[in-house]
């Protein structure tokens, strides 16, 4: 398919004025066709948007959604189901070219409440995201550096060249660059590399690891943002970052678990891909250094692999992640990854794990849990799994963000958090 499409920016960009104006305009156009006919058609176009809203609504307070619906969605969903309908009416009547113009304003009104509906959720950035598909170039893996400057206040010791990139990239981990995924079938993961990796002489670098939610795909558009801001005000440092795919494919859900049915995630993002990065990338060796993170379902994957893996992962940033893996869906998750073992999931939650495991373990590990304010589904979770993790010997840290729910403000909001947070223990700022 083609990439140009494929890329399209669908949040940040004018395509959802452009359909809403051409939607509306149509509208005008049908009901002045048939001027006899204004109050009706009227009438039942602001009735079938009032029904689609009072049924969002209703939907959200089922619970029905992954976590509470943005506001804007329903209004949006209305507002295309209004336009829908007025659509109909005006292919449903005669002339030829009033039916062609309701035509067009039905397509206008899908695409308006498509693009509305994702923008009020704010996280699916391109149609790639979306299909779950790549759309970055292929990545350039820079030479590797010559020493590892462990355990050094990279900050002190790092002077940008003047011909330093402003921004860093985002690039495809795909073909020869690709992540070995053994008997899991992942989708390529993405590579962000900050201004600092980018010059002749790079200086060694942290790494973070993130996984975005399910439904969801690996696009780095929220990290790489984060981390690039960070850099501008940080002589372009900032860590290395992997966004990975724990689900491989937007249905599914492993669980974070290694299983027959989905395959061994687990041994994927805990044993392959930190061999990858090791190899390939400019990252530190000192895994105090590493930090694992993730959104909703990757957040939960995240929260359970830092408490499990705590010789990989030094730190954690868990975006509205769920309190345990399968919480949305316990007795399907207890029967296809654990065997019909409930005894073994109740193992596998964050807070079994972190409950078992010696303090010492995660002595100078900086675990950030975030959520949503108007985030009743997760924000529970999130705060019951910080208070196990300041038990278990984590240093926890909680910030909730203003204003937002299960949804792209939470996450942007989170990591503009997280990032700096974290930058002093990396190396990359003063503490």
């Given at each position: 398919?083609?990439?140009?499409?494929?890329?399209?920016?669908?949040?940040?960009?004018?395509?959802?004025?452009?359909?809403?104006?051409?939607?509306?305009?149509?509208?005008?156009?049908?009901?002045?066709?048939?001027?006899?006919?204004?109050?009706?058609?009227?009438c039942v176009a602001l009735a079938a948007g009032a029904v689609m809203y009072l049924v969002a609504r209703a939907l959200s307070?089922?619970?029905?959604?992954?976590?509470?619906?943005?506001a804007g969605a329903a209004r949006w969903s209305a507002l295309s189901v209004a336009g829908i309908a007025a659509g109909v009416m005006g292919v449903a009547t005669a002339p030829r070219v009033r039916r062609i113009v309701g035509a067009v304003v039905i397509i206008a009104s899908v695409l308006t409440g498509f693009l509305g509906v994702n923008s009020s959720y704010g996280i699916t950035h391109t149609f790639a995201a979306i299909m779950g598909v790549q759309a970055l170039d292929r990545a350039e893996l820079p030479d590797a550096a010559q020493d590892d400057s462990t355990g050094v206040a990279t900050w002190k010791n790092w002077t940008p060249p003047a011909d330093m990139p402003s921004v860093g990239t985002v690039s495809a981990?795909?073909?020869?660059?690709?992540?070995?995924?053994?008997?899991?079938?992942?989708?390529?993961?993405?590579?962000?590399?900050?201004?600092?990796?980018?010059?002749?002489?790079?200086p060694i670098l942290p790494l973070i690891v993130f996984m975005m939610g399910q439904p969801g795909s690996p696009d780095p558009t929220s990290l790489a943002k984060a981390l690039d801001d960070f850099a501008q005000t940080h002589d372009g440092l900032a860590p290395i970052a992997i966004v990975a795919d724990q689900t491989a494919s937007g249905d599914w859900d492993p669980s974070c678990a290694?299983?027959?049915?989905?395959?061994?995630?687990?041994?994927y993002l805990n044993t392959l891909v930190p061999e990858w990065a090791a190899s390939h990338?400019?990252?530190?060796?000192?895994?105090?250094?590493?930090?694992?993170?993730?959104?909703?379902?990757?957040?939960?994957?995240?929260?359970?692999?830092?408490?499990?893996?705590?010789?990989?992962?030094?730190?954690?940033?868990?975006v509205s992640g769920n309190e345990y893996p399968g919480s949305e869906h316990p007795d399907a998750t207890i029967d296809e990854v654990f065997g019909g073992d409930r005894a073994a999931f109740d193992a596998a939650t964050p807070a079994a794990i972190m409950g078992r495991t010696p303090s010492r373990d995660y002595a100078g590990h900086v675990a950030i849990f975030t959520w949503g304010e108007s985030d009743?589904?997760?924000g529970p979770g999130q705060q019951r799994n910080a208070l196990a993790a300041r038990s278990a010997g984590f240093t926890a840290v909680t910030h909730v963000v203003s204003g937002a729910g299960h949804d792209g403000p939470a996450l942007d909001g989170a990591l503009a958090f997280?990032?700096?947070?974290?930058?002093?223990?990396l190396g990359l700022a003063p503490s």
């Amino acid at each position: 398919m083609n990439k140009f499409f494929l890329s399209l920016e669908l949040i940040d960009s004018p395509l959802i004025t452009v359909f809403a104006t051409l939607s509306v305009i149509g509208v005008l156009v049908v009901l002045a066709w048939a001027p006899r006919h204004v109050v009706r058609m009227t009438c039942v176009a602001l009735a079938a948007g009032a029904v689609m809203y009072l049924v969002a609504r209703a939907l959200s307070a089922a619970q029905v959604f992954d976590g509470p619906l943005p506001a804007g969605a329903a209004r949006w969903s209305a507002l295309s189901v209004a336009g829908i309908a007025a659509g109909v009416m005006g292919v449903a009547t005669a002339p030829r070219v009033r039916r062609i113009v309701g035509a067009v304003v039905i397509i206008a009104s899908v695409l308006t409440g498509f693009l509305g509906v994702n923008s009020s959720y704010g996280i699916t950035h391109t149609f790639a995201a979306i299909m779950g598909v790549q759309a970055l170039d292929r990545a350039e893996l820079p030479d590797a550096a010559q020493d590892d400057s462990t355990g050094v206040a990279t900050w002190k010791n790092w002077t940008p060249p003047a011909d330093m990139p402003s921004v860093g990239t985002v690039s495809a981990l795909s073909g020869d660059s690709r992540i070995p995924s053994g008997d899991f079938q992942a989708r390529d993961a993405s590579l962000y590399l900050p201004p600092a990796a980018l010059v002749k002489d790079p200086p060694i670098l942290p790494l973070i690891v993130f996984m975005m939610g399910q439904p969801g795909s690996p696009d780095p558009t929220s990290l790489a943002k984060a981390l690039d801001d960070f850099a501008q005000t940080h002589d372009g440092l900032a860590p290395i970052a992997i966004v990975a795919d724990q689900t491989a494919s937007g249905d599914w859900d492993p669980s974070c678990a290694d299983s027959a049915k989905y395959g061994p995630v687990a041994t994927y993002l805990n044993t392959l891909v930190p061999e990858w990065a090791a190899s390939h990338l400019n990252v530190s060796t000192d895994h105090r250094l590493w930090v694992i993170g993730g959104f909703s379902n990757g957040g939960s994957c995240a929260a359970k692999w830092a408490a499990e893996y705590p010789q990989v992962w030094g730190h954690l940033i868990d975006v509205s992640g769920n309190e345990y893996p399968g919480s949305e869906h316990p007795d399907a998750t207890i029967d296809e990854v654990f065997g019909g073992d409930r005894a073994a999931f109740d193992a596998a939650t964050p807070a079994a794990i972190m409950g078992r495991t010696p303090s010492r373990d995660y002595a100078g590990h900086v675990a950030i849990f975030t959520w949503g304010e108007s985030d009743g589904v997760f924000g529970p979770g999130q705060q019951r799994n910080a208070l196990a993790a300041r038990s278990a010997g984590f240093t926890a840290v909680t910030h909730v963000v203003s204003g937002a729910g299960h949804d792209g403000p939470a996450l942007d909001g989170a990591l503009a958090f997280a990032v700096p947070q974290l930058a002093p223990v990396l190396g990359l700022a003063p503490s």
